[in-house]
C-alpha cells in the first residue's frame, strides 16, 4: 500500500525544519505549572490570612492589651528581684543569693513534698498501667472483631478527652481533695493515654509469630499472650515510662489545686506572694522532673536499642524543661 505523498512530504517538513507539538506540549506544561504556583501561593495567602484573623481574635476574647502590659511592667520588675534576690561572689561577681533557695528547701521540707509528688505520679502510673493493657488489647481489631472493638476505643478516647484536673474534680466526693483524688486522676487519664498507645502497637505487630502459635493448635487466649502480647512488651514498658514523665508533671499541676505535694507549697507561696520561695520551688520541680526524666529515658533507650534516639543531655533536659512543664500543665487543665 503507497504511502500518501503530502502526508509523506509533511513528515520530512518536520524533521527537518521541527514541528510546533513538541513546542505547543512545553508551553501547555509551562502554563500549568503557572497556575499551579499560583494556586498554591493563593491558597498560602489565604490561610496565613485566616491564622491573622484567628489570632486578632483570640487577642479579643482573652482581653489581650498592650496598654495593661505596659502598665503593670514596673511591678514586675520588681517581682524579678524577689524571684532572683541579688548577691555576689566574693562580693565583686552580681549573682543570684542561692543559699536563700536552699534554706527555703530545709525550711519547708520540700524533698518529703516530692516524696508526695513523686508517689502520686508511680501510684497512678501504676494503677493504670494494667488497665491501659486491657483496654488496648480489647481495643486492638486483631483481638476484638470490628465494630466492637471501637467500644473500648471510644471508652479509651472519651478518658483521654477529660483533663486530670476535671478527673480529680469528678473524684472529689470519693476521696476530697488531696493525693488520693489526684492519684486517682492521673491512673485514669494513663488509662486512656497508654491504652490507645498500646493499641496502635498491637496493630502494628508482625503476623509470622502469631500464625506460628496458631498452627501449634493454641487457643485464642494462648495466640493473644504469646503471639501479640510478647510483641509489644518492650514498646509497653517504653511508653509507661514515658507517661510516668508525664504524670509526675501532672501531680504537680494536680498539686496547685490542692492535691498536695510541691504543687501545692507552690500555691501557698503564690498566694502570701513570697515569690523568692516560690522561685525556690519552682527549681526543686525543675531538679525532680529533669531526673525523672533523664532515668526514664535512659530506661526507654536501653528497651528500644536506639541511643541515636534518646541521647538528650542534662542541658537539653533544663532548657527544654518550660516547654514540657507548660504541656503537663495544659493537660492537666
Known sequence: MSADPD???DRVFDRIFGSNDGETSVEQRHATLRRTRIARRLSRLVLLAVIAVLFVVALERVNFQISEL???????????????????????????DVPRYTQFWNEAGLVGQAGVTLAMAFAGTVIGAPLALLGGILGSERVVPFPFNFIFRGAMSIIRSIPSLVWALIYVPLGGVGPLTATLAIGTDTIGTLGR??????????????????????NKLQTIVFGMISQVIRPFIAWTMYILEINVRAAVG???????GLGLTLRLEQNTFNFTNMMATILFIVILVVSVEMISQRTRSYLRHSD????????ELIIGFPERMS???LRSR
Open 7 to 9: 502526508t509523506f512530504r
Open 70 to 96: 505596659i502598665r503593670y511592667w514596673p511591678e514586675f520588675t520588681s517581682a524579678l528581684t524577689d524571684y532572683f534576690p541579688p548577691a555576689s561572689i566574693f562580693g565583686l561577681i552580681p549573682f543570684v
Open 197 to 218: 498507645l498500646l493499641t496502635d502497637e498491637l496493630e502494628e505487630v508482625e503476623d509470622g509469630p502469631i500464625e506460628g502459635i496458631e498452627s501449634t493448635g493454641a
Open 254 to 260: 494536680l498539686g496547685i489545686i490542692g492535691g498536695g
Open 308 to 315: 541515636d534516639q534518646e541521647t538528650m543531655s542534662l542541658y
Open 327 to 329: 504541656d503537663a500543665l
